[in-house]
């Protein structure tokens, strides 16, 4: 009896050791071949923008962290210096117009007369050296008036894309200078995850590979995606110079860690939640593409 126990116990043991076992093996099976990772951010697009023309600010209609539609107005910026080039440029354009038309009809009127031998080739040429100067100074009339007027629709400065405005601290009243940033959009069209994985892991994330995306700020919610592309680069902290280049710090700097690199990962389908940059998310491989 007591010989029987030993064995059944003994069983039991090498039963619950392989159960273990299998399920460690099932466990690294997975963590190799489906990489998950809880070090992943929310990215997305910013538009900053910059005024095309210089001036005072005197209209503002919109807040901080609005949400805006391509095409909504932004600001703008007091035209009246603008119009009122535009009208001098209207002007100029009318006068050289105007300048065309006789020297037009000098031009024919001389070429009757050479023709009858009334004047000589030197005063149709001049009237045709007229005519073409006339004709040159129409154009440059005609491209200022089009820049004066372009000028004049860069006042109202509008909204690029669909997006939500951030960090904007700016009143009527402010001088801005044409090509200085003034506020920035963040694209809603443009989200994705960077996820980083360990470089031992990188060997199993193929483009293509289906991803299951969970956020701290919805944890009741699954997302899902598709990996966009895997990073080829970070930035070294010993000394090399690649500041284009992402750099993400180790997590233990006494214990040789591998490096981590930045997937990017782009939903499918766009989550029905709002999105903000900079939201924690976790990611795992979950099917690769055939």
């Not at 001049?126 to 089009?146: I, V």
């Not at 997006?163 to 044409?178: E, I, K, Q, R």
């Amino acid at each position: 009896m007591r010989w029987t126990w030993s064995v059944a116990r003994i069983s039991i043991t090498i039963v619950a050791t392989a159960l273990a076992l299998g399920a460690l093996g099932l466990l690294y099976y997975r963590f190799v071949h489906f990489p998950w990772t809880r070090d992943a951010q929310i990215r997305a697009n910013v538009v900053g923008i910059a005024p095309r023309v210089s001036g005072p600010i005197i209209c503002i209609p919109l807040n901080d962290n609005q949400r805006l539609r391509k095409g909504d107005l932004l600001f703008e910026i007091d035209p009246s210096t603008y119009q009122a080039s535009f009208l001098k440029a209207k002007g100029i354009l009318e006068q050289a117009q105007s300048n065309l038309v006789r020297a037009k009809q000098q031009l024919d009127r001389n070429t009757i007369l050479y023709n009858k031998k009334v004047i000589d080739l030197r005063d149709l040429q001049d009237a045709q050296d007229e005519y073409a100067s006339a004709a040159a100074t129409l154009r440059t009339a005609q491209a200022t008036l089009q820049a004066t007027h372009l000028d004049l629709g860069f006042t109202r400065v509008v909204s690029p894309i669909d997006g939500y405005l951030t960090n904007f601290d700016t009143s009527p009243g402010t001088y801005v200078t044409a090509g200085q940033r003034l506020l920035a959009l963040v694209d809603s069209n443009s989200f994705w995850v960077a996820a980083y994985f360990t470089e031992t892991q990188l060997a199993h994330i193929h483009v293509g590979d289906s991803v299951r995306i969970k956020l701290m700020s919805h944890p009741k919610m699954t997302f899902y995606g598709k990996v966009e592309s895997v990073g080829w680069g970070i930035h070294r902290t010993d000394g090399a110079a690649v500041n284009l280049l992402p750099q993400v710090q180790q997590t233990i700097e006494w214990v040789r860690l591998p490096q981590r690199f930045p997937v990017r990962i782009k939903f499918d389908p766009h989550p029905p939640v709002p999105l903000r940059i900079g939201e924690t998310a976790t990611v795992s491989i979950i099917r690769r593409p055939y």
